[in-house]
């Protein structure tokens, strides 16, 4: 009995002791932690799901919400993953220029078919890190396509586009058409014979869904679809919605367009030195595989096309409900090229025209929350810490209509920008269409011209109207979310020739 007491007594103090050392190893650990900021605030996470109910069909709108109530950097749990949103000029100051070096990383959706070293080797856009390799496509790219010589370069190749599309409206005169259709057409067969010196897809090709069209619409569907995997990433090895699998096959059937072309490309540099007409010439002298060649156009397709095809979209929307806004940029347009067509060297001139694009990007910004970075180690911002690998978003839709920032924000009224210097070159926080520091958007300089030369050509040649005579004042503006800012109901007009 006495020694069962004394074993007992020994139990208990070698357990007090054990919590004792247990309890100065925790303190110990945990110190440098109690320094450190708590997390950005936000809704209170649900068990095991997080704040997936938190973020509707509309991300953009319900992040916007949620701001409002607990302040300009929010934080959101998606399954295991952390997100932070930053939704006012400051938090994307401290996002994408103070830390622009940490939290530049991107994240990569578990859809996109890249694992390992390829996320590094292949992707300029979805590119995990910044790298050297990420800096030479970037550099490679602005080169060929982007720097202002590129871009004058390019200017005959535009303009006989965009009359080819002009060419194609008249002989539907009095038709109903799909505006953002034509102008997808018009633009990616531009950047088809940048890269490739070809035409990939015909004005008369009809519906969504025809062809080449249809699976880059799809691609970019499935690349912000709510994938299980992105929320738990253990789990992504199994491709339980099946994305992956899906992406995969279409970005293979996009690839099967052009690798004949890249073959017999590749075949005729071998038996004579050609000279570079095209992008796929630059990418065959720095030597890229295929996969390379293949992944880097169909990044610059996807980004190319709908971010230039919706924001000319949104802006007829606009400026056919704003019929005063449209008759000045009518007034524009007389004065400055009567019955001439319109050209590179015209769209400098058109101030008022200008000021409507940026209207345009500031009430429906192409890609509302930018696309997801990553931070690449913890770092404290506006005095929250920002986990390493929490996924990182700048709101611009939220900034964009921010009544402490624009008068009036909701109203389409282009004049807020005739008297400001407010541009979106990166150097304005409260107004960032293209994003800002690292990651920001390389083709600026040719989508600016793209969708400046598209509208003004648009509007200078065609009358337009709605089916059945529908009043413009009453056109349904609701929104449709994806990587880029659709309408939810496409822009159908009926054009008549101007004379």
């Not at 994240?107 to 390799?133: E, F």
């Not at 970019?220 to 789990?235: H, R």
Request: hydrophobic share 40%; glycine share 6%; charged share 20%.
């Amino acid at each position: 009995m006495a020694e069962t007491f004394q074993r007992e007594i020994y139990l208990f103090f070698g357990f007090v002791l054990l919590l004792h050392i247990i309890f100065h190893i925790l303190k110990h650990i945990r110190s440098p932690l109690l320094k450190r900021k708590p997390l950005p605030p936000g809704p209170h996470p649900w068990p095991i799901i997080g704040n997936i109910p938190h973020m509707g069909k509309k991300p953009h709108i319900s992040m916007a919400h949620v701001a409002e109530v607990h302040g300009p950097l929010i934080s959101l749990r998606l399954g295991t993953q952390l997100l932070v949103i930053g939704s006012s000029p400051a938090a994307a100051t401290e996002i994408l220029k103070t830390h622009d070096r940490l939290l530049s990383a991107r994240c990569v959706p578990q859809a996109i078919p890249l694992k390992g070293d390829d996320l590094d080797r292949l992707p300029l856009i979805w590119g995990s890190g910044s790298g050297d390799r990420w800096k030479f496509l970037r550099a490679l790219c602005r080169a060929e396509l982007f720097t202002p010589n590129a871009i004058e370069s390019q200017s005959t190749l535009r303009e006989r586009k965009v009359n080819e599309m002009l060419s194609f409206l008249g002989t539907n005169e009095g038709k109903v058409v799909n505006i953002g259709e034509v102008v997808f057409t018009t633009v990616f067969n531009t950047l088809a014979n940048l890269i490739f010196s070809k035409d990939f897809i015909s004005l008369e090709d009809v519906g969504p869904t025809s062809g080449l069209k249809g699976i880059i619409w799809r691609l970019m569907e499935l690349g912000i679809a709510p994938n299980i995997s992105d929320f738990y990433p253990i789990l992504s090895g199994l491709d339980l919605q099946g994305l992956n699998k899906e992406f995969s096959e279409l970005i293979n059937k996009v690839y099967d367009v052009w690798e004949v072309l890249i073959k017999e490309r590749r075949e005729s540099r071998c038996h004579d030195a050609l000279k570079q007409q095209d992008f796929l010439d630059a990418m065959l002298a720095n030597e890229f595989a295929n996969d390379q060649i293949n992944f880097l156009a169909l990044e610059l397709f996807a980004a190319g096309t709908d971010t230039i095809t919706t924001t000319v979209e949104w802006a007829m929307a606009e400026l056919l409900k704003n019929k005063e806004v449209m008759d000045k940029v009518c007034e524009e347009l007389r004065r400055e090229f009567s019955q001439n067509s319109i050209t590179k060297s015209s769209i400098p001139q058109l101030q008022y025209l200008d000021a409507c694009v940026k209207e345009t990007l500031r009430l429906h910004p192409p890609a509302p929350l930018l696309l997801p970075h990553r931070a690449l180690e913890t770092c404290e911002v506006m005095n929250y810490t920002i986990p390493k690998n929490s996924r990182v978003f700048v709101n611009i839709w939220a900034i964009g209509r921010d009544p402490t920032i624009w008068e009036d924000p909701l109203l389409f009224t282009p004049e807020r920008f005739l008297s400001s210097n407010i541009d979106f070159k990166g150097q304005h926080f409260e107004f960032l269409p293209f994003s800002a520091g690292r990651r920001m958007c390389p083709g600026l300089p040719m989508a600016t011209r793209q969708v400046h030369l598209i509208l003004a050509s648009l509007i200078h040649s065609f009358e337009w109207s709605l089916p059945n005579n529908e009043d413009p004042a009453l056109l349904d503006m609701n929104e449709k979310f994806g990587i880029t800012l659709q309408k939810e109901l496409p822009l159908l007009l009926i054009p008549k020739q101007k004379v």
